[in-house]
């Protein structure tokens, strides 16, 4: 009987240092794998933050060269040969083909009749 309690003991020794080698090796190969992941998540982080930022780069660009085409001066020389003052003898005659509702408008703070005058 001592003979099989000391292979009791020396299995359940054994069990227990396998266990303990196999958790520190699941472990450590489990904090590789996260840190591997968490460097290629911040890579890709970084990666979009540069294409986000390239991207206002290339906005703010745009913006610029707009707001710039809309000045007044912009305007006004693009526009300087091709206009002419007007002429006081000339009439023009503009027809219509608008039916009587099509200025007509709800006005959605009042809620009373008359929504097909014109109030302009």
């Known amino acids: 009987m001592n003979e099989g309690r000391k292979r009791a003991v020396w299995i359940n020794i054994s069990v227990v240092v ?5 958790t520190t090796c699941v ?3 489990s904090l590789m794998w996260i840190r591997y992941e968490i460097a290629s998540v911040a890579q890709q ?5 540069q ?3 390239e991207m206002l780069r290339k906005l703010n660009y745009l913006d610029e060269r707009l707001a710039q085409a809309h000045q007044p001066i912009a305007l ?7 206009l002419v003052p007007v002429d006081e003898r000339r009439i023009v005659w503009v027809e219509t083909k608008a039916t ?4 007509a408008y709800v006005d959605a703070q009042s809620g ?3 929504y097909f005058e014109n109030r302009f």
């Open 27 to 29: 472990g450590s190969f």
């Open 51 to 53: 294409y986000y930022q």
């Open 45 to 49: 982080t970084v990666r979009l933050e």
């Open 18 to 22: 396998f266990s303990l080698l196999l």
């Open 100 to 103: 009587p509702a099509s200025g």
């Open 76 to 82: 006004q020389t693009k526009v300087s040969h091709r």
């Open 112 to 114: 009373k009749g008359g």
